[in-house]
């Protein structure tokens, strides 16, 4: 029943165009973008030698995270609610949590996808090197998934109409691009604002990323950061769900 809970979802994510811009497409096209900007491809002394594009890669794959995690999977989730599909599961052999955790697969393969395609073209469109510490990088970007996705379960739980989970995962969405760098990146954040930030998800995520892109071990506050926000969200998110 779980593995044709998790076809159905990935049959109806596939026909959902704008979920496929957003999360796979827009975090690529917005690095093409930026590294059209010449000066953006000329190392910069703000960034420790780094170009900002370099500088970009780490941004744009947390990009594609954040909205799968807090705009399209709560979306979905609500939507279900409000028509009444999970008061329905729950009266059959398919419990509504195999749709949760297929839900969740779907959107974390799907914010995956996106982090190696915004890689590959780095990479091959911008010579930007591939992760140093691969190792460390993929421990981080799963970190950096899970949070994302247990932020976006929170959401879920909180909003019963799809109004209310867009306005809701509105309202978190601009502060975590925010501390993932989106606008000004971690490496050009005055130190007490890179401090404060690297407690947050996506700003402890982004921190580890470049760490691990550099070559070196993400670090253990980073990672620690990540896998308490993980605990905290999980277990609000279990708290708070209802299914009807």
Same mark, same amino acid.
């Given at each position: 029943? /779980?593995?044709?809970?998790?076809?159905? +979802?990935?049959?109806?994510? #596939?026909? +959902?165009?704008?979920?496929?811009?957003?999360? *796979?497409? &827009?975090?690529?096209?917005?690095?093409?973008?930026?590294? %059209? @900007?010449? %000066?953006?491809?000329?190392?910069?002394?703000? *960034?420790?030698?780094?170009?900002?594009?370099?500088? =970009?890669?780490?941004?744009?794959?947390?990009?594609?995270?954040?909205?799968?995690?807090?705009? %399209?999977? $709560?979306?979905?989730?609500?939507? =279900?609610? +409000?028509?009444?599909?999970?008061?329905?599961?729950?009266?059959?052999?398919? #419990? $509504? /949590?195999?749709?949760?955790?297929?839900?969740?697969?779907?959107?974390?393969?799907?914010?995956?996808?996106?982090?190696?395609?915004?890689?590959? !073209?780095?990479?091959?469109?911008?010579?930007? #090197?591939? $992760?140093?510490?691969? @190792?460390?990088?993929?421990?981080?970007?799963?970190?950096? !998934?899970? @949070?994302?996705?247990?932020?976006?379960?929170?959401?879920?739980?909180?909003?019963?109409?799809?109004?209310?989970?867009?306005?809701?995962? /509105?309202? !978190?969405?601009?502060? %975590?691009? &925010?501390?993932?760098?989106?606008?000004?990146? !971690?490496?050009?954040?005055?130190?007490?604002?890179?401090?404060?930030?690297?407690?947050?998800?996506?700003?402890?995520?982004?921190?580890?990323?470049?760490?691990?892109?550099?070559?070196?071990?993400?670090?253990?506050?980073?990672?620690?950061?990540?896998?308490?926000?993980?605990? *905290?969200?999980?277990?609000?998110?279990?708290?708070? &769900?209802?299914? +009807?």
């Amino acid at each position: 029943m /779980s593995t044709a809970v998790l076809r159905t +979802e990935v049959r109806l994510f #596939r026909r +959902e165009p704008g979920g496929l811009f957003w999360i *796979l497409a &827009f975090p690529t096209l917005l690095l093409v973008i930026l590294g %059209s @900007v010449p %000066s953006f491809r000329q190392p910069s002394d703000d *960034l420790g030698g780094l170009r900002t594009i370099d500088a =970009y890669v780490p941004v744009a794959v947390l990009l594609g995270l954040i909205v799968g995690g807090l705009q %399209s999977m $709560p979306q979905t989730l609500t939507g =279900y609610r +409000e028509r009444g599909i999970l008061r329905r599961l729950a009266a059959t052999p398919v #419990r $509504p /949590s195999a749709l949760l955790r297929a839900q969740m697969l779907v959107y974390g393969a799907a914010s995956l996808a996106s982090a190696l395609l915004v890689l590959a !073209v780095g990479r091959l469109g911008f010579d930007v #090197r591939l $992760p140093k510490q691969s @190792v460390g990088y993929a421990l981080a970007l799963l970190l950096a !998934v899970t @949070v994302a996705l247990a932020l976006g379960s929170v959401v879920s739980a909180l909003s019963r109409t799809t109004k209310i989970a867009g306005a809701i995962g /509105s309202a !978190v969405f601009f502060p %975590s691009m &925010f501390c993932a760098g989106v606008w000004l990146p !971690v490496q050009a954040m005055p130190d007490v604002l890179a401090r404060i930030v690297g407690y947050t998800p996506f700003g402890a995520a982004a921190q580890a990323l470049n760490q691990a892109a550099a070559g070196h071990w993400p670090g253990w506050t980073h990672l620690g950061v990540l896998a308490i926000w993980i605990l *905290l969200l999980t277990g609000a998110a279990a708290r708070w &769900f209802r299914w +009807e």
